[in-house]
């Protein structure tokens, strides 16, 4: 499978020599799945948007520091590009600030959450059962940091995991567009390091509460399966019936 990687931001220089760029994280993560995975990059943050829907099988697009509502040309150029994925139904699955970008650019509402920022682990319930969730489990804990989410959901949406502090986590819109709150590829002395450098933008009792977090099992190759298993079904214009 060919996967084109729409990169909205760069891992910060001071952690970039330990950690390495976001394409190397999702690339690393996602060829240990499975390793006939090829990956092609576009650097959207930098306006370079892609102009053919049909050059790779499926899309992925990665988080961001940048949020989708601060009125960045480039973000209103990638939304146009992900309306275009959608109506020629190609598959696409948006991490973090693309699974808001998806709910923004087909129409739901993305708002920086009351609840504060979410670091360190998270810990969700998989409230619906979709048939390319295997291997199966009721549980999805991964990774994340936001300030931003999903409060209402875009046409043709569905909620299949969740929690209270983030109650859209994980999304399907049709068949062919997945979203989810979590970052499976950041490892988490990433986040670990993450947390320390954003600690004055955090609060020092959420990074505190953050970092205990990461003793818990996470859920990053479970998340790849069923990303890979969802753009394979996509591909093949499979129809789930939930």
Not at 121 to 149: C, I, K, Y
């Amino acid at each position: 499978m060919r996967i084109g990687l729409l990169q909205c931001d760069d891992v910060a220089l001071e952690l970039r020599d330990e950690h390495g760029n976001y394409p190397e994280m999702f690339q690393r993560l996602f060829t240990s799945v499975d390793p006939t995975l090829t990956f092609r990059v576009w650097r959207c943050l930098d306006g370079e948007i892609p102009d053919d829907v049909d050059v790779v099988d499926a899309w992925l697009t990665t988080g961001s520091k940048f949020g989708v509502n601060d009125g960045l040309a480039w973000v209103d150029e990638l939304c146009g590009f992900v309306r275009e994925l959608w109506y020629a139904g190609k598959p696409l699955v948006g991490i973090c600030f693309g699974h808001q970008l998806i709910a923004r650019a087909l129409g739901g509402e993305v708002v920086k959450s009351p609840r504060g920022w979410g670091v360190g682990m998270s810990f969700n319930r998989v409230t619906e059962h979709a048939e390319w969730m295997t291997p199966w489990q009721e549980g999805l804990d991964l990774v994340v940091s936001h300030q931003d989410q999903v409060k209402a959901l875009p046409p043709e949406a569905r909620v299949l995991a969740g929690s209270d502090f983030c109650p859209v986590y994980l999304m399907q819109v049709g068949e062919h567009f997945l979203g989810v709150q979590g970052h499976p590829e950041f490892a988490k002395p990433y986040s670990r390091d993450l947390m320390q450098l954003r600690r004055e933008l955090v609060g020092a009792e959420r990074v505190r509460e953050g970092q205990a977090s990461l003793h818990a099992p996470v859920d990053d190759q479970l998340m790849v399966r069923w990303i890979l298993n969802f753009m394979k079904r996509a591909m093949e214009g499979g129809g789930d019936d939930g």
